[in-house]
């Protein structure tokens, strides 16, 4: 018998499932926005929609909000034709049901709660190698090398091992890509041009539109990507014997600062435009999730950047703790925050580039 939570969260599975059908239903029979985006390119395809559908759709979703002021059964109308909300709230399911291990989809629905008690204890556990070192300018005199490695090494192989598992189950769900237009998938995925619709730019209110959402999101992806890169070229110049901390402007330094000042730029302006955007456009009820993960991103930046400016001065091995603390959470995090709906849109613009092309 299934407990009281689990039945709890399988009605409102059920009902998210049957709110998109009863959406994308209408949507199919009026077909006014048919050009806006793949949403409605691939709606149209389709006479009945499964669950996996319904998955598949909200994925595909950029939230650029163009629909629901186009549509004329929008509230306060009898049908209640909300798309960027209806699919908003099945994307959350998707991510909890393709999360593993399946306990973890508890995190979606307590993301600022996890994120912060993640980081405080990761802070509290690095700070346990920092006792009785000596403070020099040498992160690995704080904190070991191969103790480093241990950490975030199994940190980073659990996280792998979940979004591969998340990955095959959402292939799964919305179907196999067909047709093997990769490349046009990877530019949509890169360039975000699904991100506005019929106007040039994105909608963020009626008759309201504007490049920023686009443009801290761009931000906030390279931003990430050359942190990413920063730390890859940091571990090459280790195998090769070279030590952090690096000179100012060699390469781990250089893209460190640069991607860590999009880490600030992008979730700065991306909180500004939560706040500002219509609500209508969102699930009210996932401003945890949101929030959290924009908070976690701008966190890990600011404290890097922090952590490079001090790097000679005595408060180093805190501040080394401190950032180090945010990255780890945010490593253990991602398969159970936000990060995962830049995967499984990929899953999904991937599956709809071989669609789109039949």
């Given at each position: 018998?299934?407990?009281?939570?689990r039945l709890?969260?399988?009605?409102?599975?059920?009902?998210?499932?049957?709110?998109?059908?009863?959406?994308?239903?209408?949507c199919n029979?009026?077909?006014?926005?048919?050009?806006?985006?793949?949403?409605?390119?691939?709606?149209?395809?389709?006479t009945?929609?499964?669950k996996?559908?319904?998955?598949?759709?909200?994925?595909?979703?950029?939230?650029?909000?163009?629909?629901?002021?186009?549509?004329q059964?929008?509230?306060?109308h009898?049908?209640?034709?909300?798309?960027?909300?209806?699919?908003?709230?099945?994307?959350?399911?998707s991510y909890?049901?393709?999360?593993?291990?399946?306990?973890?989809?508890r995190?979606?629905?307590?993301a600022?709660?996890?994120?912060?008690?993640?980081?405080?204890?990761?802070?509290?556990?690095?700070w346990t190698?920092?006792?009785?070192?000596?403070?020099r300018?040498?992160?690995?005199?704080?904190?070991p090398?191969d103790?480093?490695?241990?950490?975030?090494?199994?940190a980073?192989?659990?996280?792998?091992?979940?979004?591969?598992?998340?990955?095959?189950?959402?292939?799964r769900s919305?179907?196999?890509?067909?047709?093997?237009?990769?490349?046009?998938?990877?530019?949509?995925?890169?360039?975000?041009?699904?991100?506005?619709?019929?106007?040039?730019?994105?909608t963020?209110?009626?008759?309201?539109?504007?490049?920023?959402r686009?443009?801290?999101?761009?931000c906030t992806?390279y931003?990430?990507?050359?942190?990413?890169?920063s730390?890859?070229v940091?571990?090459?110049?280790?195998l090769?014997?070279?030590?952090?901390?690096?000179?100012?402007?060699?390469?781990?330094?250089?893209?460190?600062?640069?991607?860590?000042?999009?880490?600030?730029?992008?979730?700065?302006?991306?909180?500004?435009?939560?706040r500002?955007?219509d609500?209508?456009l969102?699930?009210r009820?996932?401003?945890?999730?949101?929030?959290?993960?924009?908070?976690?991103?701008?966190?890990?930046?600011?404290?890097?950047?922090?952590?490079?400016?001090?790097?000679?001065?005595?408060?180093m091995?805190?501040?080394?703790?401190?950032?180090?603390?945010?990255?780890?959470?945010?490593?253990?995090?991602?398969?159970?925050?936000?990060?995962v709906?830049?995967?499984?849109?990929?899953?999904?613009?991937?599956?709809f580039?071989g669609?789109?092309?039949?």
């Amino acid at each position: 018998m299934l407990s009281p939570d689990r039945l709890e969260t399988g009605d409102r599975g059920l009902e998210t499932i049957a709110r998109g059908q009863h959406v994308m239903t209408v949507c199919n029979a009026c077909r006014y926005c048919e050009a806006y985006c793949p949403v409605f390119q691939a709606m149209e395809t389709r006479t009945k929609f499964a669950k996996g559908d319904i998955l598949y759709l909200s994925n595909l979703c950029h939230n650029c909000g163009e629909c629901l002021y186009a549509c004329q059964y929008a509230p306060p109308h009898e049908f209640n034709i909300n798309v960027p909300q209806a699919l908003a709230e099945a994307r959350v399911q998707s991510y909890e049901e393709f999360c593993w291990p399946s306990a973890g989809a508890r995190g979606f629905s307590r993301a600022s709660a996890l994120a912060l008690g993640l980081s405080v204890a990761s802070m509290l556990f690095l700070w346990t190698f920092v006792q009785s070192r000596d403070a020099r300018a040498d992160f690995y005199a704080v904190i070991p090398h191969d103790t480093l490695v241990a950490i975030f090494g199994a940190a980073g192989t659990f996280v792998a091992v979940a979004l591969a598992i998340g990955v095959a189950r959402a292939v799964r769900s919305f179907g196999p890509p067909k047709g093997g237009h990769y490349l046009s998938a990877l530019r949509d995925v890169l360039t975000l041009r699904h991100l506005h619709a019929a106007g040039a730019d994105c909608t963020s209110d009626v008759e309201v539109r504007t490049p920023w959402r686009r443009y801290f999101h761009h931000c906030t992806f390279y931003g990430f990507a050359l942190c990413f890169a920063s730390t890859t070229v940091a571990a090459i110049y280790h195998l090769l014997g070279w030590r952090a901390p690096y000179a100012l402007f060699s390469a781990p330094v250089i893209l460190g600062a640069v991607g860590g000042a999009g880490l600030v730029v992008g979730p700065l302006g991306l909180l500004s435009q939560w706040r500002r955007r219509d609500p209508e456009l969102r699930d009210r009820k996932q401003a945890g999730l949101d929030v959290s993960f924009i908070v976690m991103l701008l966190m890990t930046s600011v404290t890097g950047l922090l952590l490079l400016a001090f790097r000679g001065q005595p408060w180093m091995p805190l501040l080394l703790v401190v950032h180090l603390g945010f990255v780890l959470a945010l490593f253990v995090t991602m398969p159970y925050g936000k990060f995962v709906h830049g995967i499984y849109r990929t899953v999904a613009l991937l599956k709809f580039a071989g669609e789109a092309h039949r």
